[in-house]
């Protein structure tokens, strides 16, 4: 060690080179490695986004409504996320209105929703409400409670509607959440269109290719 | 006896050779024959040992379980996915496997109650004071990369609460304002918990996060060795040493303390035993029976909890919700202004008028991201003065804020003693209810938002009082630990 240490110093003071250089030269190079060593981490960074996989998947959905009996819910698939499609009766419609002193957002101001969605029942057509099926708090998929009063184990004032199994967030049959609960916004309703009267188009916002 | 003359000769010349290129004896004595540590160890000075032989433990039965398992999300010809059922398949057909998994998921449990155990020994005899605060701090980055690797750990069987505690978990970062719903994106991979998510918590379970505990547990026993144990006096045996320059009140690590440990070891063993043998589902606790239907997308079970060790940090998530927040503010901005009296530390202070700033922006401030309106929004001139981030921000906030305070213990503790022996009755008090707050918090983390205690005492107020009486514990500290009637410190350790 302490040989090639006075190797090395005997090597300064012959070298026609200044300190200075040297210095400037060792900055050069270590800013130089630097950039490429930003450059190498690029790859590592992106592979973390989405791939292009899973960038192609969540094509559009279509879905037949007559099977579904009023009352009923079904969930389809669409882009891995559970969609809802509730036949709503009219006692269900005529509820949603009773609600809207306790909610959040009764409006849907704040609503991730199509334009084509308006009003209370926030639907295209009354009867049938899509929703997302996932909390906006923290993504899980809320469970329907449909029962109306006390039966519903919901309270009696319960008009029914949806209750978020992690966080205890409640919704009504509009997908709208009710004052103070976890979920800041109501459901989000994704582009849909209506193919027929009975089929639908989930993922797109008209019918046309 | 010339034979073993012989061989110990060679054994000699061995060794020899051996240092003179590598410092096996110089490590040997420095850690372990002539590393003295205080004669008073009592029983909390179990769990350190016993937290290294759990990663031990969790390292070999991983490797095993890892030569099995199948990261795969997609479905295999009976429907069911791969991950899932190549755990179903460890379980069922490799012989001994059901016992290596029960190792592991046991061991997950066991590594959490050591962990806290140790910590709570930190608490009682003041182990975070000064000079050990850097082994505080290296514990604590080992305490979050364990919460980490049981993150990451748990989604691997791709079962049902697996897939829906992933989902929520990785939705907090949702709630980061501006880059939250990019970053949640980024952290899974795709736009739902899916199989890239599953591959790159495979990726962070295996070796990203074990290499990284590994380097840590390195670094806080050597910052332990170098200034050397406390014990359960508080009081430093440094200061009196014989002629040697041996601490009169150390006794060498080996084999006092090896000893010992290894009677705790076997103690702890046979726990483990009958747990791994006779109870591994631990009632539901270390084993969520939701977690034996495979993970499905579309159906969130009727009731999800994350495992027992995450509950009391998730139930004060739970706990913050838009009602709560103004009371929650008022307490922290309380809590605050007194630690900014009590504290004698500079960066403490700063903090604190950081936090209160901060609070304020977030609580009452701006309404330039057009965030949603908390419950008080008073207009003063026309100007909105309560537009702020909602409480899911201010939620996630808590969750991740209540573990970082512990890394604070050195700063905010002004007591002039260590250890409990010697600290006063408010101490005792402050430390028992915290006790008690941080175990019902827990408790209530597990059971569903409307639990109430014997079908009575709503659960919701509970959490949010123990959530204010948790950030007590530690924002109050500064004030409670001064004031406190403390008993005089021995001059050296004592044996009780």
Same mark, same amino acid.
């Given at each position: 060690?302490?040989?090639?240490?006075?190797?090395?110093?005997?090597?300064?003071?012959?070298?026609?080179?200044?300190?200075?250089?040297?210095?400037?030269?060792?900055?050069?190079?270590?800013?130089?490695?630097?950039?490429?060593?930003?450059?190498?981490?690029?790859?590592?960074?992106?592979?973390?986004?989405?791939?292009?996989?899973?960038?192609?998947?969540?094509?559009?959905?279509?879905?037949?409504?007559?099977?579904?009996?009023?009352?009923?819910?079904?969930?389809?698939?669409?882009?891995?996320?559970?969609?809802?499609?509730?036949?709503?009766?009219?006692?269900?419609?005529?509820?949603?209105?009773?609600?809207?002193?306790?909610?959040?957002?009764?409006?849907?101001?704040?609503?991730?929703?199509?334009?084509?969605?308006?009003?209370?029942?926030?639907?295209?057509?009354?009867?049938?409400?899509?929703?997302?099926?996932?909390?906006?708090?923290?993504?899980?998929?809320?469970?329907?409670?449909?029962?109306?009063?006390?039966?519903?184990?919901?309270?009696?004032?319960?008009?029914?509607?949806?209750?978020?199994?992690?966080?205890?967030?409640?919704?009504?049959?509009?997908?709208?959440?009710?004052?103070?609960?976890?979920?800041?916004?109501?459901?989000?309703?994704?582009?849909?269109?209506?193919?027929?009267?009975?089929?639908?188009?989930?993922?797109?916002?008209?019918?046309?290719? | 006896? @010339?034979?073993?003359?012989?061989? @110990?000769?060679?054994?000699?010349?061995?060794?020899?050779?051996?240092?003179?290129?590598?410092?096996?004896?110089?490590?040997? #004595?420095?850690?372990?024959?002539?590393?003295?540590?205080?004669?008073?160890?009592?029983?909390?000075?179990?769990?350190?040992?016993?937290?290294?032989?759990?990663?031990?433990?969790?390292?070999?039965?991983?490797?095993?379980?890892?030569?099995?398992?199948?990261?795969?999300?997609?479905?295999?010809?009976?429907?069911?996915?791969?991950?899932?059922?190549?755990?179903?398949?460890?379980?069922?057909?490799?012989?001994?496997? %059901?016992?290596?998994?029960?190792?592991?998921?046991?061991?997950?449990?066991?590594?959490?109650?050591?962990?806290?155990?140790?910590?709570?020994?930190? $608490?009682?005899?003041?182990?975070?004071?000064?000079?050990?605060?850097?082994?505080?701090?290296?514990?604590?980055?080992?305490?979050?990369?364990?919460?980490?690797?049981?993150?990451?750990?748990?989604?691997?069987?791709?079962?049902?609460?697996?897939?829906?505690?992933?989902?929520?978990?990785?939705?907090?970062?949702?709630?980061?304002?501006?880059?939250?719903?990019?970053?949640?994106?980024?952290?899974?991979?795709?736009?739902?918990?899916?199989?890239?998510?599953?591959?790159?918590?495979?990726?962070?379970?295996?070796?990203?996060?074990?290499?990284? $505990?590994?380097?840590?547990?390195?670094?806080?026993?050597?910052?332990?060795?170098?200034?050397?144990?406390?014990?359960?006096?508080?009081?430093?045996?440094? %200061?009196?040493?014989?002629?040697?320059?041996?601490?009169?009140?150390?006794?060498?690590?080996?084999?006092?303390?090896?000893?010992?440990?290894?009677?705790?070891?076997?103690?702890?063993?046979?726990?483990?035993?009958?747990?791994?043998?006779?109870?591994?589902?631990?009632?539901?606790?270390?084993?969520?029976?939701?977690?034996?239907?495979?993970?499905?997308?579309?159906?969130?079970?009727?009731?999800?909890?994350?495992?027992?060790?995450?509950?009391?940090?998730?139930?004060?998530? #739970?706990?913050?919700?838009?009602?709560?927040?103004?009371?929650?503010?008022?307490?922290?901005?309380?809590?605050?202004?007194?630690?900014?009296?009590?504290?004698?530390?500079?960066?403490?202070? #700063?903090?604190?008028?950081?936090?209160?700033?901060?609070?304020?922006?977030?609580?009452?401030?701006?309404?330039?991201?057009?965030? @949603?309106?908390?419950?008080?929004?008073?207009?003063?001139?026309?100007?909105?003065?309560?537009?702020?981030?909602?409480?899911?921000?201010?939620?996630?906030?808590?969750?991740?804020?209540?573990?970082?305070?512990?890394?604070? $213990?050195?700063?905010?503790?002004?007591?002039?003693?260590?250890?409990?022996?010697?600290?006063?009755?408010?101490? %005792? =008090?402050?430390?028992?209810?915290?006790?008690?707050?941080?175990? $019902?918090?827990?408790?209530?983390?597990?059971?569903?938002?409307?639990?109430?205690?014997?079908?009575?005492?709503?659960?919701?107020?509970?959490?949010?009082?123990?959530?204010?009486?948790?950030?007590?514990?530690?924002?109050?500290?500064?004030?409670?630990? #001064?004031?406190?009637?403390?008993?005089?410190?021995?001059?050296?350790? =004592?044996?009780?």
């Amino acid at each position: 060690m302490s040989d090639n240490k006075q190797d090395a110093s005997g090597g300064e003071s012959c070298c026609a080179c200044s300190l200075d250089s040297r210095r400037t030269m060792l900055a050069a190079t270590v800013g130089a490695g630097a950039v490429v060593g930003l450059g190498v981490a690029t790859p590592f960074v992106a592979s973390f986004m989405p791939s292009e996989r899973a960038k192609a998947a969540g094509a559009p959905v279509e879905v037949d409504l007559s099977k579904i009996k009023a009352g009923e819910m079904i969930t389809v698939e669409w882009q891995g996320k559970p969609v809802w499609i509730l036949r709503r009766t009219p006692e269900m419609i005529a509820a949603l209105s009773k609600n809207d002193a306790a909610l959040a957002d009764p409006a849907s101001e704040r609503a991730v929703q199509p334009e084509y969605v308006k009003g209370v029942a926030r639907a295209i057509k009354d009867e049938f409400f899509v929703c997302l099926g996932v909390c906006t708090h923290l993504g899980c998929s809320p469970n329907p409670k449909f029962a109306v009063g006390s039966e519903s184990g919901m309270g009696d004032a319960w008009n029914g509607g949806f209750l978020c199994p992690c966080h205890g967030s409640q919704f009504d049959l509009a997908g709208r959440v009710f004052k103070s609960m976890p979920a800041p916004t109501n459901l989000v309703i994704p582009p849909h269109a209506y193919l027929s009267d009975t089929r639908l188009l989930i993922g797109k916002d008209s019918a046309e290719a | 006896m @010339t034979c073993c003359k012989i061989v @110990t000769d060679k054994a000699q010349q061995l060794l020899g050779w051996v240092d003179e290129r590598f410092p096996l004896t110089t490590l040997y #004595r420095e850690h372990l024959a002539e590393y003295y540590a205080p004669k008073n160890f009592n029983f909390w000075y179990f769990f350190g040992s016993l937290a290294l032989l759990v990663l031990v433990i969790q390292i070999v039965t991983g490797i095993f379980l890892v030569m099995h398992y199948k990261p795969d999300a997609s479905l295999n010809a009976a429907g069911v996915p791969v991950a899932f059922a190549s755990v179903e398949y460890i379980m069922r057909d490799v012989a001994g496997g %059901k016992f290596i998994r029960y190792m592991h998921s046991t061991g997950a449990s066991m590594f959490f109650i050591v962990v806290y155990l140790h910590m709570f020994r930190g $608490l009682l005899y003041g182990s975070y004071r000064k000079p050990r605060e850097l082994i505080w701090l290296f514990g604590m980055a080992i305490f979050l990369c364990l919460m980490a690797e049981a993150f990451f750990g748990y989604l691997l069987p791709w079962g049902q609460m697996s897939f829906w505690g992933a989902q929520v978990i990785v939705n907090l970062f949702e709630a980061i304002p501006v880059i939250g719903p990019d970053l949640s994106i980024f952290i899974r991979g795709d736009f739902v918990v899916s199989d890239a998510t599953l591959n790159r918590f495979f990726a962070f379970h295996v070796i990203a996060i074990p290499l990284v $505990l590994l380097g840590l547990v390195a670094a806080h026993l050597i910052a332990l060795h170098e200034v050397g144990s406390n014990n359960p006096d508080g009081v430093e045996i440094k %200061k009196y040493k014989d002629a040697n320059g041996i601490p009169l009140d150390g006794i060498p690590f080996h084999p006092y303390y090896t000893v010992k440990d290894i009677f705790g070891v076997s103690i702890f063993l046979i726990v483990f035993a009958i747990i791994v043998f006779f109870a591994p589902e631990g009632g539901g606790y270390f084993l969520e029976f939701n977690n034996f239907f495979p993970a499905d997308s579309l159906k969130t079970p009727a009731h999800i909890a994350p495992v027992w060790y995450f509950t009391p940090f998730y139930s004060m998530l #739970r706990a913050t919700t838009s009602d709560f927040l103004p009371v929650l503010w008022a307490f922290v901005a309380l809590i605050a202004g007194l630690t900014f009296r009590g504290t004698g530390c500079v960066w403490i202070k #700063r903090a604190c008028l950081l936090l209160v700033a901060g609070l304020y922006w977030g609580f009452f401030g701006l309404t330039v991201f057009g965030f @949603t309106p908390p419950p008080i929004d008073p207009v003063v001139l026309g100007v909105h003065l309560g537009r702020g981030l909602d409480a899911k921000f201010w939620g996630v906030a808590m969750m991740g804020g209540s573990v970082m305070l512990f890394g604070l $213990l050195p700063w905010l503790d002004q007591s002039p003693v260590k250890s409990i022996r010697y600290k006063g009755p408010l101490f %005792k =008090t402050i430390l028992t209810l915290f006790v008690i707050s941080f175990v $019902l918090l827990g408790f209530l983390g597990t059971k569903a938002p409307g639990y109430a205690f014997f079908g009575l005492i709503p659960g919701g107020p509970v959490a949010a009082i123990c959530t204010i009486l948790y950030l007590a514990f530690f924002g109050l500290m500064p004030w409670y630990s #001064r004031i406190d009637k403390t008993k005089p410190e021995p001059e050296r350790v =004592t044996s009780k």
